[in-house]
């Protein structure tokens, strides 16, 4: 990691790819069994953009666009507003009222993308 | 108009500062109250008045105020209220025996033209002579109250009256007794503790209050009227309305663990002294400047002449001579030019030339119904209102004639009224919680923002704050674990001495084990800015940026920890402070930890810089290394713990939390990591309990309880969310006990 200007989302996303292969994050594949994209901006939505899938059919997180077809619904974030609905201290409805995340796809499936899904991370 | 719609016109009524249009009773608590917080300003414009004493700003003597104004001169006799005084006064009230009434009525309907706004605004005689006193107990307690607030003005003593029965609960009285005497330090500022005191018994004998008397436990039916003139004092005294409740909770906490608010106000007078009310909310005005600036007070005033204008310029546009004519639009322009305020619903004339200054200092108070407005006047847009018209046009059709009569038959008051009317009608409860929705989370906003600038939070009300050695008890009070507790004292330490490096530490460790990085964070750079060089500083910085996920700060912080040591410095190089690559460091800090093995230090340092990388199995080795060398070391056994757990070891991160919690039975951060490896393995009932106890030991760890929020939800227990959104740690302990 040569790259100081890495994301906070990057660590999330990595724990939420361990995570998926434990016994309680098989559970979640099973539970919600779509697939989202994730495009995680630094500072403003749209620009410079890192894009994350979220695999909940196969219990996969992978970098880069989805290249099974079309995911369930896509989603736009600024680094820290990932952060912050991921764990709990933003509602993902008002998040999209204030347009701090953007949603394409089907909306039931967006509705599906809740704070639980994501495991926490533990503090020194 | 009936007692209840005055106290429940709204749902603002309930909520202090912000007074919302269809909250008239608030409204005239803010033209009452509000005037005499705005003295000081006046008093600066008053020449006469140069010689007010400089230490009672905030509180001006309010009779230089009155003999500075025109027409006070019957406000002195009011000062003397014996013989001459009262026979005036029961003259006047036998003359004028309805006169409040009907200004306050005419308050209610909103339709006041200007001459009336000014006996509310300035200390007239209009609003000082005692109310008529008969009619429904409501209406005679609601006006009485009205004389008792309206004599703070003049300093006037206040008349005990015989009043007939009003049927006040025990609550009730409770109630009144413990505001009417804070208010009244309030309102008195500048007076004698025996004059308050007068103040306060002619008002409780006049209620048939007994002064000593103390009911215990909660209060049932609070009279409304009262409460909301508390809530407005407080509003008043801090511009940055929803700030205030952060004070008013904590407030009302510390007072709901007394139970007596005249012990509260007493021992907080030996404290501070005779000044301290005044100096403590000099204090508190200036923490609050700076809110105002951020919320850009003078801003949406602007801004509502703005959004006028635009409409007086789109109606414009309309060729209509009729319509050109039509008093609406001169209205519009009006207002647009400022000539016209829109004040609390009613449209008044501005002074001509200095409209922005008066609307300013008129506005410096709470935030008022014109802020609101301006508000969502901006949220809504102004296309949306011109909007609103071209429809109404449309319905009349070609009958353009019909509307524009119907305008011009309307007198501009009963356009002001009707609109009032709708707004009151249809959306003010909608709009005030928009509103009050939107300041907190602009308080929010800001508390984070400051928080994330590194911008410490200090607690309201702090007990220790006078302590004659915080420091000492802040040690002693950490090492029992009492990490609240000693958070209290170590920030009345550094509020003593700003520069003592070893005060802000240990409050940032305090913090860091009460599981608040943010805090911690702040907390640390303070301490880092008085000693540079400190080791142990460096290095909580860093890890509290890495829980924090900021990696650039976090390998900042760790690199200075190896250039500022005494045995690892000479392995820095000063090109690399330049551009910190990860690698770099790591290389040398494995250098550093193969110079000397025995130092659990660098062992520590090394195991943090892996979480950074998320080299877990590393990080791992390295805290194992580093507790060998100290078996004892709690927060050592925490970090291995939350290494395992992040790297999805979560059974084995709840062997290591537990011997940290063998050693620190306190160690908050523990309980929460605890709650949080059950979580992620699925088991939310036990995360659950493991939260509630973490959050028990530290009522402000937000990352505890937003995690209960999601175990709850995902253990189906939603019946528990109300007392986790309110924060009712007595039910939620009760239910999940670990």
Known sequence: MADSTKLKSDALLELMKQHLTTDAGKQITKKIGLVYQINIAPKKIGFDEVTYVVDLKKGEVTKGSYEGGKPDATFSFKDDDFIKIATGKMNPQLAFMRGAMKVKGSLSAAQKFTPDIFPKPSKM | ?738
């Open chain 2, 1 to 738: 108009m009936a007692m209840r719609e005055l106290v429940t016109g709204g749902a603002a009524c309930a909520v202090p500062g912000s007074s919302s249009s269809s909250n008239p009773l608030g409204a005239l608590a803010n033209a009452i109250i509000g005037s005499s917080s705005k003295t000081q300003e006046r008093l600066q414009e008053i020449p006469t008045s140069a010689s007010a004493p400089s230490d009672s700003r905030f509180y001006p003597d309010t009779n230089d105020h009155l003999t500075a104004l025109p027409g006070s001169e019957f406000g002195n006799s009011l000062l003397q209220p014996h013989a001459q005084g009262s026979e005036f006064l029961s003259g006047f009230r036998s003359a004028n025996q309805s006169g409040f009434a009907d200004a306050w009525d005419e308050i209610q309907h909103q339709n006041q033209i200007p001459p009336h706004f000014d006996q509310f605004h300035g200390p007239g005689p209009a609003a000082l002579p005692q109310p008529t006193l008969d009619g429904p107990p409501q209406r005679v307690l609601s006006s009485f109250l009205h004389s008792f607030v309206g004599s703070s003005h003049g300093g006037i003593p206040f008349r005990p009256t015989s009043l007939p029965l009003l049927g006040l609960s025990e609550g009730d009285k409770q109630c009144i007794r413990d505001r009417s005497s804070i208010m009244a330090r309030h309102f008195f500022a500048d007076k004698s503790e025996d004059f308050i005191n007068a103040q306060v018994n002619a008002l409780l004998s006049s209620l048939e209050i007994d002064s000593d008397a103390r009911v215990k436990g909660p209060l049932p039916g609070r009279s409304q009227e009262l409460e909301d003139y508390w809530n407005e004092s407080q509003g008043m005294v801090r511009p940055g309305a929803p700030a205030v409740d952060g004070w008013i909770t904590e407030y009302s906490q510390h007072r709901a663990a007394h139970g007596d608010p005249d012990a509260w106000a007493h021992s907080f007078e030996q404290q501070h002294g005779a000044n301290g009310w005044a100096s403590e909310f000099e204090k508190e005005r200036s923490q609050l400047a700076s809110i105002d600036q951020m919320r850009g007070v003078n801003i949406p005033n602007f801004e509502a002449m703005e959004q006028t204008r635009m409409l007086a310029q789109t109606l414009a546009q309309n060729n209509d001579p009729k319509f050109q004519n039509s008093k609406f639009l001169q209205f519009v322009s009006k207002m647009s030019r400022g000539e016209l305020i829109i004040d609390d619903n009613q449209v008044k004339p501005a002074a001509s030339g200095d409209w922005a200054a008066e609307y300013q200092q008129q506005y410096t108070g709470a935030p008022t119904w014109a802020d609101e407005f301006a508000h969502n006047q901006l949220s809504r847009g102004p296309e949306q209102w011109v909007n609103e018209f071209s429809t109404e046009r449309e319905q009349h059709g070609s009958v353009d004639d019909q509307w524009v009569n119907e305008f011009s038959k309307l007198h501009v008051d009963d356009w002001a009224e009707e609109f009032g009317q709708q707004v009151g009608e249809n959306s003010a409860d909608n709009w005030a919680n928009a509103y009050d929705e939107f300041m907190n989370e602009q308080l929010a906003a800001k508390q984070r923002s400051d928080a994330s600038r590194g911008v410490y939070v200090f607690s309201d009300m702090n007990p220790y704050v006078g302590h004659p050695n915080p420091l000492k008890e802040g040690q002693e009070l950490f090492r029992k674990g009492l990490l609240s507790e000693a958070v209290l004292a170590l920030e009345a330490e550094v509020l003593k001495n700003p520069e003592n490096a070893e005060g802000w530490r240990l409050l940032g460790i305090a913090h860091a084990e009460n599981d608040d990085d943010q805090q911690a964070i702040a907390a640390m750079m303070r301490a880092q800015e008085a000693d540079p060089a400190n080791l142990e500083v460096l290095l909580s910085l860093g890890v509290s940026h890495t829980n924090e996920l900021e990696q650039a700060a976090a390998l900042k912080y760790l690199y200075g920890w190896l250039r500022n040591h005494p045995k690892y410095g000479t392995l820095a190089t000063p090109e690399l402070s330049e551009s910190l690559y990860y690698a770099d460091v790591s290389r040398l800090f494995i250098e550093a930890s193969q110079m000397f093995p025995e130092d659990a230090d660098v062992h520590i340092v090394l195991g943090v810089l892996y979480n950074l990388s998320r080299e877990y199995d590393k990080a791992i080795e390295s805290f194992q290394t580093a507790l060998k060398l100290r078996p004892h070391d709690y927060s050592l056994w925490n970090k291995l713990g939350a290494t395992k757990a992040n790297s999805v070891q979560s059974a084995d991160a709840i062997l290591a939390y537990q011997q940290a919690l063998d050693l620190k039975p306190n160690y908050v951060r523990a309980w929460a990591n605890m709650g949080i490896s059950y979580a992620n393995q699925g088991m939310y009932e036990e995360s659950i309990r493991y939260y509630v106890r973490a959050l028990a030991m530290n009522p402000k760890a937000d990352n505890a309880w937003q995690y209960l929020r999601i175990s709850l939800s995902s253990a189906s227990r939603k019946d528990m969310l109300e007392a986790c959104d309110s924060r009712n740690l007595d039910v939620l302990q009760k239910e999940f006990p670990l």
